[in-house]
């Protein structure tokens, strides 16, 4: 007998195994978030050239460059939060994720880019190759004149590294920094209904409910028991991988004014 009349319990467990496995994402999240963004050895005579820029260029504080003498006789200077740019270590200007999902200010990582003569560059804090910056202004910063000067910077690194050829297990990689983004700005009412009548999103949502919903199975969950499941997680794998790669080209041909 079933749980729950009208459903099916091959459908009720896919749903609570589903629903573990978002608590378990959340908890990742959460756990990665709290951690402090540590520059790599390898990149920090780049970051310390950057910061010398910055200083000399925009006043910065004092601090600032206290901490940066520090950083020879440590091998990762650490800003405590994820609300804490690790270049500058001021609180987040222009909030800029990059497709390994770490935060930079906008301004900084653009000075990173100008330093290696906007050539292709390696993520500070994980070397991972930067193919996409996802700017996360606040409508306060968008009338920056210097803020928008680094927008523009922005959009022109998207477009000339964003369709680079990757191999597919970075793509893979990308996909936690390009969904994260997708619910960060779901927040916002104004990109919440541009997403909403995106028809590629609407069509991948209404696909993995409706293979989850359809009694159609490849793997038939009422005689293979928890096995049953593989063929319900791959196309839903494939549908967020796909979802994501969507999510990389529209991000990759906004345009900011």
């Given at each position: 007998?079933?749980?729950?009349?009208?459903?099916?319990?091959?459908?009720?467990?896919?749903?609570?195994?589903?629903?573990?496995?978002?608590?378990?994402?959340?908890?990742?999240?959460?756990?990665?978030?709290?951690?402090?963004?540590?520059?790599?050895?390898?990149?920090?005579?780049?970051?310390?050239?950057?910061?010398?820029?910055?200083?000399?260029?925009?006043?910065?504080?004092?601090?600032?460059?206290?901490?940066?003498?520090?950083?020879?006789?440590?091998?990762?200077?650490?800003?405590?939060?994820?609300?804490?740019?690790?270049?500058?270590?001021?609180?987040?200007?222009?909030?800029?994720?990059?497709?390994?999902?770490?935060?930079?200010?906008?301004?900084?990582?653009?000075?990173?880019?100008?330093?290696?003569?906007?050539?292709?560059?390696?993520?500070?804090?994980?070397?991972?190759?930067?193919?996409?910056?996802?700017?996360?202004?606040?409508?306060?910063?968008?009338?920056?004149?210097?803020?928008?000067?680094?927008?523009?910077?922005?959009?022109?690194?998207n477009r000339?590294?964003?369709?680079?050829?990757?191999?597919?297990?970075?793509?893979?990689?990308?996909?936690?920094?390009?969904?994260?983004?997708?619910?960060?700005?779901?927040?916002?009412?104004?990109?919440?209904?541009?997403?909403?009548?995106?028809?590629?999103?609407?069509?991948?949502?209404?696909?993995?409910?409706?293979?989850?919903?359809?009694?159609?199975?490849?793997?038939?969950?009422?005689?293979?028991?928890?096995?049953?499941?593989?063929?319900?997680?791959?196309?839903?794998?494939?549908?967020?991988?796909y979802f994501?790669?969507?999510?990389?080209?529209?991000?990759?041909?906004?345009?900011?004014?």
């Open positions: 007998m079933s749980l729950i009349i009208g459903v099916g319990d091959e459908i009720i467990q896919f749903l609570i195994v589903i629903f573990f496995i978002i608590i378990l994402y959340l908890l990742a999240n959460y756990f990665y978030f709290s951690l402090p963004q540590r520059i790599h050895i390898t990149q920090l005579p780049i970051v310390e050239s950057v910061r010398a820029e910055l200083a000399t260029t925009t006043a910065t504080s004092t601090a600032t460059t206290e901490t940066t003498e520090t950083t020879e006789t440590t091998s990762a200077t650490r800003s405590e939060g994820s609300d804490i740019c690790p270049v500058c270590y001021d609180q987040l200007r222009c909030k800029t994720v990059t497709n390994c999902d770490h935060f930079f200010c906008g301004i900084c990582i653009i000075a990173v880019w100008r330093h290696r003569h906007l050539s292709a560059i390696n993520c500070p804090i994980c070397r991972r190759n930067l193919t996409l910056l996802i700017a996360q202004p606040t409508t306060e910063e968008s009338a920056d004149p210097e803020i928008q000067q680094a927008l523009s910077q922005i959009s022109l690194f000339r590294f964003s369709n680079e050829p990757v191999s597919f297990w970075q793509r893979i990689q990308d996909m936690p920094a390009l969904l994260n983004s997708f619910f960060r700005e779901l927040s916002n009412p104004a990109l919440l209904f541009r997403w909403l009548f995106n028809i590629r999103v609407i069509i991948i949502i209404f696909s993995i409910f409706g293979y989850i919903l359809l009694p159609f199975d490849i793997l038939p969950e009422q005689s293979l028991g928890l096995l049953g499941f593989i063929d319900d997680l791959i196309v839903v794998f494939c549908l967020l991988f994501a790669l969507i999510i990389r080209n529209v991000i990759s041909s906004r345009t900011f004014s």
